[in-house]
């Protein structure tokens, strides 16, 4: 199987849009290598502004628990140095994605790493699961969790987890030896229907 190093992420924020100037108020990091999680990184941030009550509530991650936090600036170098030159992935990357690259550009650090998506490689090996949210598919595979959802390193850590599953998953149905972080970055690109044929091809 594939045993590349990932770092698995997942960012809380303030809204949708860091083009609509909302910021991170928690992230939460783990790095996986030959199969397992190998280091974790979690810190709450102080974005400098208030956050909504729909926010706090949503979170459990509340105001007064920020204001305390380190700023934003601050974690991100750490974020930073944690991710190094490793493949990154997120469930529903293009939000995590973009939050990433909007904080790194505020310290003047550009994202050199890959991103995957869990979110669509999950669209195209489980196509029978009720929906491809983070919690439906960690019950939908009986991936062990303790019951904690949208906590930055909660996610990243059932991310990850559902991340292992999907690669021994294609593993053991496919034939493939070894899967890749390019093969999955591939997949969540192929045509639902086209799943089978693509991992065939790469299994041979």
């Known amino acids: 199987m594939g045993n590349f190093t990932a770092v698995i992420i997942d960012f809380e924020t303030t809204g949708l849009s860091p083009n609509m100037g909302d910021r991170t108020i928690e992230v939460g990091a783990v790095l996986i290598d030959n199969n397992r999680i190998v280091d974790k990184f979690q ?90 949210k983070l919690e439906t598919l960690v019950r939908y595979k009986n991936i062990k969790t303790d019951g904690t959802y949208h906590r930055a390193l909660a996610d990243a850590e059932m991310t990850a987890h559902l991340w292992l599953r999907m690669m021994a998953d294609i593993k053991s149905e496919y034939g493939l030896k070894n899967v890749t972080f390019q093969l999955m970055q591939q997949l969540g690109k192929v045509p639902k229907k086209k799943v089978g044929e693509f991992l065939k091809k790469n299994g041979a």
């Open 43 to 132: 810190s709450l941030m102080n974005p400098g502004m208030r956050i909504s009550t729909f926010i706090e509530e949503y979170t459990g991650i509340t105001n007064k628990m920020l204001s305390t936090a380190a700023p934003v600036k601050d974690v991100m170098k750490n974020l930073a140095r944690f991710i190094h030159q490793h493949h990154l992935v997120a469930h529903n990357a293009s939000f995590d994605c973009k939050f990433l690259d909007a904080e790194l550009a505020r310290i003047s650090h550009k994202r050199k790493n890959d991103f995957a998506c869990s979110l669509l490689s999950a669209r195209r090996i489980y196509q029978d699961a009720p929906n491809h």
